[in-house]
């Protein structure tokens, strides 16, 4: 769970410097259009990869998914504690 604290911060400070050749940095230049449509994608190629009994193909889309949420997650300037916080008051 450590790396994704660690992929957090290295987003944060994709969007702050924006470097030219960056996937992350070019989703974040165009916008939360643009990462709402590739979560929308990923959370339909989890669905698929769920149906299938490929487990490494789940595992790399749900990779993909979460990926994708971090990004929309810094975009909104949320962390991951504010989530897990969220989800420990939920079941708590």
Known sequence: MEFLLKLEELLRKR???LPEKSYTAELFRD???RILK???EEA???IIAAKNPNEKELIHEIADL????EVLM???GLSLSTIAKELEKRHS
């Open 38 to 40: 590739k979560i929308g």
């Open 66 to 69: 979460v990926f994708h949420l």
């Open 15 to 17: 969007k702050e410097e």
């Open 31 to 33: 916008g939360v259009d």
């Open 44 to 46: 339909g190629e989890v």
């Open 74 to 76: 810094v975009e909104k």
